[in-house]
């Protein structure tokens, strides 16, 4: 296989949404919502590596069929989240209703890719050998929210990352929220954060903050980007991913991290006004950047 530019691997969830206003059912998960996101942007070289159960098939049927290049595994089951949120979507209850089988080094001998974002949705999907292994054919990214969820009897308990320091060597791009932030570096403080991060291996720390917007750290300069202003929150779920699908989508062309913080948390504003992946072209996002209100973040 060609090297592409950028390659997501994750599994695709059933997603069952529940808030105040109403209860949805809907494909999701870290992979999902960075394809959807990416196929609607100037197309980069692309590649979903997922895997699922017999009976979630259909959606990879639907993604081919819309132009995303897909690689499916078999799993046992699909991964299902229940996904509860209160008026402010800053917070939620999870419930995990069934797991799928954790990735392989073997299963991804035949992918080479400039990126790998992982979608790591619960602690066990990559092993620190797979996590490295992949280091050795491109640059590393992850998500740390998965790594830090727990499954027990269907409840979501909060852990810390047991192979942290030993993984942080092989990840260049890692993205945690305020409160994942803390729980990884105990650190509440966000410039503190992102420093011991980098300290760690970690080449460019992303700190999502949500209404606060997000922060950037290369080693050198910190990087305030404030969040756009949504005109109507419907939906938060998959935020943070399509915020990394947008920051992934523009590094890889060429833009600064400042550049593709703009454009990621932009992204995020038009995805949290709708239900499901974000369906924004490049010229709706930097329309969102020149035009929507911003809140400038305060850390």
């Known amino acids: 296989m060609k090297k ?4 997501c691997i994750g599994h695709i969830t059933l997603d069952i949404v529940v808030t105040p206003q109403d209860t949805v059912h809907m ?21 979903l590596v997922t895997a699922v159960a017999d009976s979630e098939m259909a959606v990879v049927d639907d993604l081919r069929a819309k132009g995303v290049q897909v690689t499916v595994f078999p ?37 080479d890719a400039t990126i790998f974002h992982l979608g790591a949705l619960l602690a066990d999907d990559f092993s620190l050998d797979t996590v490295r292994y992949l280091s050795g054919k491109g640059l590393v990214s992850v998500d ?12 979501v308990h909060a852990i810390d ?52 917007g997000s922060a950037l750290y290369d080693g050198k300069d910190f990087y305030r ?5 949504p005109q109507q929150i419907v939906d938060a779920t998959g935020c943070g991913d399509t915020y990394m699908a947008g920051y992934l989508y523009q590094r890889v062309k060429g833009s600064t991290m400042e550049q593709a913080g703009h454009f990621a948390a932009a992204l995020s504003t038009l995805k949290i006004e709708r239900f499901g992946p974000v369906q924004a072209t490049n010229d709706e996002v930097e329309h969102c950047i020149l035009a929507t209100d911003k809140r400038i973040a305060t850390w």
């Open 161 to 212: 990352w047991k192979d942290k320091r030993k993984a942080m060597e092989y990840i260049h791009f890692l993205k945690a929220n305020e409160h994942e932030m803390e729980v990884l570096t105990g650190y509440s403080d966000v410039r503190s954060a992102a420093k011991k991060l980098h300290e760690w291996g970690v080449k460019e720390v992303l700190l999502t903050l949500g209404s606060e």
């Open 27 to 47: 494909p999701g998960g870290t992979s999902y919502y960075v394809s959807n996101a990416i196929r609607h942007l100037d197309n980069p070289d692309y590649l």
């Open 225 to 229: 980007i404030p969040a756009y202003i």
């Open 75 to 111: 799993s046992t089951c699909s991964v299902c989240f229940e996904n509860i949120y209160e008026e402010n979507q800053n917070h939620r209850k999870q419930k995990v209703l069934s797991k799928a089988d954790p990735f392989t080094i073997e299963q991804l001998k035949d992918v």
């Open 144 to 155: 740390a929210q998965g790594y830090l969820r727990e499954v027990r009897d269907t409840h």
């Open 4 to 7: 592409l530019e950028f390659c």
